[in-house]
């Protein structure tokens, strides 16, 4: 398990965080991960000045509602700030992260609702 590439994000992304994730995205209880692994998902270093991305990939185990055993396979990007604390002054990265966070959690939500109500398919779904 990469548990350094959590840290390396920061101190409060740890295994239990990954673990309550993947409990919201799948709805399933006694979440255990089995496999947390990075995934360089066509990304290098330096590709993004606001922030560092890192992908995760994780595989886990679950249970659902009516009790029966769950495997699922999950991506789950995660944006920090640059290391070098001038670069995050310069390019005002505290700013545009606001500017997203607010996006996922009061815009998205309304135009997953609309979506809904208009019966459009998963394929067009915005990674969360």
């Not at 089995?34 to 922030?51: P, V």
């Not at 135009?111 to 998963?122: H, R």
């Amino acid at each position: 398990m990469d548990e350094d590439a959590l840290l390396e994000v920061s101190s409060h992304l740890t295994v239990e965080t990954i673990q309550e994730i993947v409990k919201t995205i799948s709805g399933c209880k006694n979440v255990k991960i089995n496999l947390l692994e990075t995934d360089s998902g066509g990304t290098r270093k330096g590709d993004s000045y606001l922030g560092v991305i890192y992908r995760f990939l994780v595989a886990s185990t679950g249970e659902m509602e009516d009790g029966e055993k769950k495997d699922m396979q999950s991506h789950i990007i995660v944006k920090g700030f640059p290391k070098n604390k001038t670069r995050q002054r310069t390019f005002r990265s505290a700013d545009f992260f606001e500017t997203e966070i607010i996006f996922y959690e009061k815009v998205w939500p309304i135009l997953k609702t609309l979506k809904v109500s208009k019966n459009i398919p998963e394929p067009d779904e915005v990674p969360q």
